[in-house]
């Protein structure tokens, strides 16, 4: 088996080209990367239900936009919790996947996490990735991959994740942040 090197806690941009629906113009945060798949969350996708709506003990903790996000096309009907927490250690409930970003216990009290939280999203559903699903579509140009920020995840205009994340990249990548909506209108 070949060795995966992982990407856990990195950002998948999607490439203008990438032809899938779900992803069009997508922003995932990648909880879980190793040789048996991966797992990650779309950032830009909110929704217009509200958080209150479906968790509404954690409703007073999500920040702005205080919707649902889709964090991809697989178990719409489950929630994860992410949340950026500052500091060495985190509270029970709060599990670290890279830097200051983990994965909240939704059915630990919220009061456990209250005090710690510095940004909560809730997402329905997630992205994911077989073994060697990933690697493939990184290799065929689908995605690039950069590194993530706390900030991503609690970004208050979601909307202009794409954009953004691209457009701070030392690189060529930067440019790719102009790219229109529809090159056919150029």
């Known amino acids: 088996m070949t060795e995966v090197s992982s990407l856990t806690g990195r950002l998948l941009v999607a490439a203008p080209a990438l032809a899938d629906p779900n992803f069009d113009r997508a ?17 830009n996708r909110p929704t217009p239900v509200g958080v209150g709506d479906i ?9 702005e936009p205080d919707v649902v996000f889709q964090g991809g096309p697989v178990s719409l009907d489950s929630a994860l919790g992410v ?26 009290p919220p009061e456990l996490l209250a005090a710690a939280l510095g940004s909560l999203r809730i997402f329905a559903g997630y992205a994911g990735w077989g073994p060697g699903q990933l690697e493939r579509e990184l290799k065929d140009g689908a995605w690039y991959v950069v ?32 790219y229109p909506d529809d090159p056919s209108l150029n």
């Open 27 to 43: 922003v995932v945060l990648l909880l879980d990367h190793d040789e048996e798949g991966s797992l990650g969350v779309v950032l």
């Open 83 to 108: 949340a950026v927490i500052p500091g060495d250690e985190g509270p029970l409930g709060w599990r670290r996947v890279h830097g200051a970003i983990g994965l909240v216990d939704l059915e630990a």
């Open 147 to 178: 590194e993530s920020e706390p900030g991503d995840v609690s970004s208050p205009r979601p909307e202009n994740l794409w954009r953004a994340v691209l457009r701070r990249q030392r690189s060529e990548l930067a440019m790719i942040a102009t």
């Open 55 to 63: 968790l509404a003990s954690w409703a007073g903790l999500a920040g």
